[in-house]
């Protein structure tokens, strides 16, 4: 199983860039595709981006795309999100989750081991 733990929110402005982190504190991290989610207050959780347990295939939002990036390493058991040109309504609770087919999904439903998540918030 993976025990996933995010890192790396804060408060910054408009059009500023942010790296989120998750660990992965088990043996099992590069058999799954990793994946984020993000939730807004009064929102539902909703697909940010997702990657492959090799890495050769990602999958991005039409809102984050081209902005947003994740990369992992199945070395170090981790995988980021790197945000870019940051907007107020990318405000939210960011969530990193496992995905067991390995493949990747756009569907948050299709993740688990969801970590405590990490709020990232955007000043206009």
């Known amino acids: 199983q993976v025990q996933l733990v995010e890192s790396g929110g804060g408060l910054v402005q408009t059009g500023d860039s942010l790296k989120l982190s998750c660990a992965d504190s088990g043996h099992t991290f590069s058999n799954y595709a990793m994946g984020w989610s993000r939730q807004a207050p009064g929102k539902e959780r909703e697909f940010v981006a997702a990657i492959s347990w090799t890495g050769s295939s990602t999958y991005y939002a039409d809102s984050v795309k081209g902005r947003f990036t994740i990369p992992r390493n199945n070395a170090k058991n981790t995988v980021h999100l790197q945000m870019n040109s940051l907007k107020p309504e990318d405000t939210a609770v960011y969530y990193c989750?496992?995905?067991?087919?390995?493949?990747?999904?756009?569907?948050?439903?299709?993740?688990?081991?969801w970590g405590q998540g990490t709020q990232v918030t955007v000043s206009s």
């Open positions: 989750a496992a995905e067991s087919s390995g493949l990747g999904s756009r569907s948050s439903a299709d993740f688990f081991s």
